[in-house]
C-alpha cells in the first residue's frame, strides 16, 4: 500500500448521498479509507495535504450493493471465480456483493463461508459476502448450522438456484433464522409448473416452439413463501421478482406488515419475452423475461417501494455451454459491469426516476436488508464509492467484460451512463487510467 | 429464388415466396407423373440429411425429392453417431461441411436448432421440423394439397385438430396459411392449445362439432402417446370421445370439406378408421405432394428461378 491510499480528495463532483437525500455539487474527502466530509461546496483549501482528483463532470455514489450475484467458486472456476467476479463488479461500481451458495461443494458449512470470505479478501475488489445454503448440499432436506456459518460471515440464508421444496421445512427455517439476525433469500418458484419450461410462457413460447414457464410458478412460489413469512415472523427477501402477480402480493403483504423486502434485476426492466426472438440464449435465465406488462408493473413496483431494490443476478457460464441451441444452453446471464448502464437508460434516461433515486435502489436500499453499513457518503463510513459519468454513450463489447462469462444481453448494444472509477475503503479498484489523468489535471 | 440462403420457417416468408414455392411445386409435381420422374438441375449439388429425431416419411420424402433432382445425397441420423460421444452440433456440422456440402436438411428435437446453424454456416439450411416450432415442408405440403382442392386459399376456412401446443405442423399451417388469406381455427383439448396462439392469427374453438361445421378443410393432427403419460388428457378413450374426427362428424360438415393428416395415424384416436380410408380424404395426396414441394424448395434455394423451370421441364 503506497503512503497516499486511502487519502484523497474528490473535487467538483456532483455527490449523490441516499442516506442523506442529497444531490448537490460538492466534495469528498477520504482519510486512512474512511470518509472525513463530504459536502456541498468547494474542497477547503490549506490543511491536511492530500492527492486531489479532479471529478468535474461526474457524480460520485455510495458503492454498489448487489445482493445476488454467481462467483460460481468453489467448483465452477470454468464460469467464474471470486477474482474474476470482484473485479466485474468493481467495473460495475459494485463494492459490496452477496455471493448465492450454489457452489460445489455448496456454501452449507462454515469451511465453505471461510474460504468465499477469504478469497475475497485476497482478491481485494469489493467486500464478498457470502449467502450461506438453507440446506445441505440445496437439497431441500435437513438444516445447516446455521450460527456456525453466521459467525463465520454469512449473510443470508438461501438455496438460490431453486426453491426451498418442503413447505414444513422452510417455515421452520424461517422461524429459526429470527435468532440469528439474517434474512432468508427466498428463489420463490413452484418447480412443477415451470417444469421443463425455458421462457416465459406466452404469446412469445408459442410462436417459437418452446416450453414455457408461466409466471403462475413464480406467483404461486411467492404466494405460499409470504404466508410462511408470516407465520413465522422472520425477515425474508424475494429474489429476482419478475411477474406482475408476484408483486401484487409483494405489495399487499408489505401493507400488512409482513417483513418481506424484494428485488428485480436490470434485465427484466430492459428486456422482454419478445428478445428471445431470436433463439438466442443469451436471452435465456430463470426465471424468464417476461411480458412486456410485467415489465411495466415492475418499473411502478421500484417507484411505489414494493420492490426495494435492484441486484444483477449476475450467473456466468462458459461460451461453450452457453453456444447451445435455446433448449440446451444453460439459464443465466452476466450483469455486474452494465447493471448501472442498464438501469440508467430504462428507469433515469427513459423513466421518471431521478438519479437519486436508482443510486439508493443500487446501494443504501440493498444494504440495509443485509444490515451492512454502505450505502452512505456520511463522514466515518468506509470510503466505498465510485464515480459516474451519466453522459457518455458506450457499447458493452465481449472483449472488455472482466467476467469470464461472456453471456451478456448487451452485448451490441448502445447504453447511457459510465462507471469512470470505483473506490474500496478510500483504495482504487476500478479505474486506474481515468485516475491517473484525474491527478494529473 | 429465395430471399434467403434457408428455409427456416414460414413464418419468414412472404405471400409472393410461398406461391412461388407452390407453383413450383405443382410444376415438379406433373415430373413426377412422367415415366422417368427425374430432372437434373441440382446435378454436381451435394445435400446432407441430418436427422437427429427420428424420421420415416419425412426422410424419405426429401431423399426422394433430392435424387429427382440428381443431387447427390448424404444421410445421417443422430443414433450411433459421434453426437453420441458429446460433440456439439455445430462441430458435427462443420465436419459435414468440410467435405463440400451445399445444402443441409436437418430435423432436429430443439425448437430454433436450424436457426442456431443457419447463423452460423455458408451452407442453405431447410427445416425438417424443428422441436414444437416449425415443420415449414410440411405446410407446404398441405397447402399445396388445399389448394388442387380448393384452388386460391384466399378466404377458405381451415380447421386443425388435436395437439397444438407440441406440433410444429400446426404451427407451419397457421402461417402459410394466413398468409395466403385462409381462416385458421385451432382445436383441442385445452391444455394442448398454446398459450395467447390467438396472437398468430387464427381462433380457437374447443367443440370439434363448432370448429368444423363451416370448414372447408379439416387438418388432423396425430396425437402422441406420452401426453397422456404427462397428464395433459385423460386418455387415448377420452380424447376419441370429444375430438376423433369420424363419420358422425364429417356428416354434419360442408358437403365438399374434405380430411388431411401428415401421418402417421393412430387409427380411431384421432381418427375413425372410415374416414382415414374413406372418400372425403386426401392423406396420400399430401405424401405425394410432399416430394414435389421438397423438390421445388430444393430447387428455389439452390438458385433455381421458377420461369426457367418451363425450359428444364417441358
Known sequence: MSANEGNLIIEGVRILDPSRDLDAKG???????????????????GGVDLPRVDAK??????????????????????????????????????????????????????????????????????????????????????????????DAGAVALTDDGQPVRDAGLFRHVLEYSRILGVPVITHAEDETLSAEGVMHEGKWSTRLGLKGIPAAAEVVGVARDIELARLSGARMHVAHVSSRGALELIRRAKDQGVAVT????????????????????????????????????????????TLDCISSDHAPHTPNEKEQPFDLAPFGVVGLETAFAACHDRLVRRGS????????????????????????????????????????SWMPRERDLLSKGRNCPWLGRSLTGRVQATYLAGRLTHGQRWAQEAVAR | ML????????ESCTSAELLSILDTGTAFRR????????????????????FFENSTRTRISFELAEKRLNADVVNFS???????KGETLKDTVDNILAMKVDLIV????QSGAPHYLAERIPAGVVNAGDGMHEHPTQGLLDMMTMRQKLGSLDGKRVTIVGDISHSRVARSNIWGLTKLGAQVTVCGPPPLIPMEIEAMGCTVETNLEKAVRDADCINVLRIQLERQENNLFPGNREYARAYRVEDKVIAECRSHCFVMHPGPMNRDVEISSSVADGDRQVILDQVSNGVAVRMAVLYLLSGGAPESLGDTIA
Request: glycine share 8%.
Open chain 1, 27 to 45: 466534495h469528498l474527502v477520504v482519510q486512512e479509507g474512511k470518509v472525513t466530509a463530504c459536502d456541498a461546496g468547494p474542497a477547503p483549501e
Open chain 1, 57 to 150: 463532470g461526474l457524480v460520485v455514489a455510495p458503492g454498489f450493493v448487489d445482493l445476488h450475484v454467481h462467483f460460481r467458486e468453489p467448483g465452477f472456476e470454468d464460469k467464474e471465480t471470486i477474482e474474476t467476479g470482484s473485479a466485474a463488479a468493481a467495473a460495475g461500481g459494485f463494492t459490496t456483493v452477496v455471493t448465492m451458495p450454489n457452489t460445489s461443494p455448496a456454501v452449507d458449512t462454515a469451511a465453505v463461508v471461510h474460504l468465499v470470505r477469504n478469497k475475497g479478501l485476497a482478491a481485494g475488489q469489493c467486500r464478498v459476502l457470502p449467502a450461506a445454503a438453507v440446506t445441505h448440499n440445496l437439497e431441500g432436506k435437513s438444516m445447516c448450522q446455521y450460527g456456525d456459518m453466521v
Open chain 1, 262 to 305: 424484494a428485488e428485480t434485476a436490470p434485465h427484466f426492466l430492459d428486456f422482454t419475452d419478445a428478445d428471445c426472438a431470436t433463439y438466442d440464449s443469451r436471452f435465456k435465465m430463470r426465471p424468464p423475461l417476461r411480458s412486456m406488462d410485467d415489465q411495466q408493473a415492475l418499473v411502478e413496483a421500484l417507484a411505489d417501494g
Open chain 1, 353 to 392: 426516476f431521478s438519479l437519486l433515486d436508482l443510486v439508493r435502489l443500487m446501494s443504501l436500499a440493498p444494504a440495509r436488508i443485509i444490515g451492512s453499513e454502505g450505502g452512505t457518503l456520511r463522514p466515518g463510513a468506509a470510503a466505498d464509492f465510485t464515480l459516474i459519468d451519466t453522459e457518455t
Open chain 2, 3 to 10: 430471399r434467403t440462403k434457408d428455409l427456416l420457417d414460414l
Open chain 2, 31 to 50: 415430373v413426377m407423373d412422367r415415366p422417368i420422374p427425374k430432372v437434373p438441375v441440382l446435378r454436381g449439388r451435394t445435400i446432407a440429411n441430418l
Open chain 2, 78 to 84: 443422430a443414433s450411433g453417431s459421434s453426437l453420441a
Open chain 2, 106 to 109: 436437418i430435423r432436429h428435437g
